[in-house]
């Protein structure tokens, strides 16, 4: 199995941080998703999503991330693991590292656009978690 990590990154208004993957992508180009990638050996879980949202944005979180929920999608042999944090970042300070286009857009529009498999199931329920609403 290959485990990756991936970030619900929001920013103090609530809007969660998405990225377009582009063209290149080797798994699903083209749909949103969001900052996130396989996870290296030697790495925890939460040393991987904070590797890959750097690399991918240039942003830290303003704390520690924490585990939302595992997912296991055995049809493409990966567990996921989302994890979540807050930002005093704007778009402006955003640097695109990976794929066509890295947004922070607002929760009632998230769901507006094609995802990576589990992860509008996932976003949806993180919109509706007491996590996501202790954020603020």
């Known amino acids: ?9 929001v920013d103090r208004s609530g ?4 990225q377009l993957r582009d063209d290149k992508a ?6 949103w ?11 925890t879980p939460v040393e991987g999503a904070v590797r890959e949202l750097w690399e991918e944005t240039r942003l830290r979180p303003d704390g520690e991330l924490r585990l939302f929920a595992q997912q296991e999608l055995p049809e493409q042999n990966r567990v996921k693991n989302y994890f979540y944090g807050t930002t005093s970042a704007r778009q ?8 066509a286009a890295m947004v922070f ?19 949806e329920r993180f919109l509706a978690s007491p996590q996501y609403a202790s954020l603020f």
Not at 26 to 31: A, G, H, L, R
């Open 1 to 9: 199995m290959i485990h990756v990590a991936c970030t619900f990154l």
């Open 15 to 18: 809007s969660l941080l998405l």
């Open 26 to 31: 080797p798994y699903y180009p083209n749909v």
């Open 33 to 43: 998703g969001l900052p996130g990638g396989a996870i290296e050996a030697g790495e």
């Open 92 to 99: 402006e300070d955003v640097v695109l590292g990976e794929g």
């Open 105 to 123: 857009i607002p929760p009632a529009e998230v769901l507006d656009r094609p995802f990576t498999p589990g992860s509008a199931e996932t976003i």
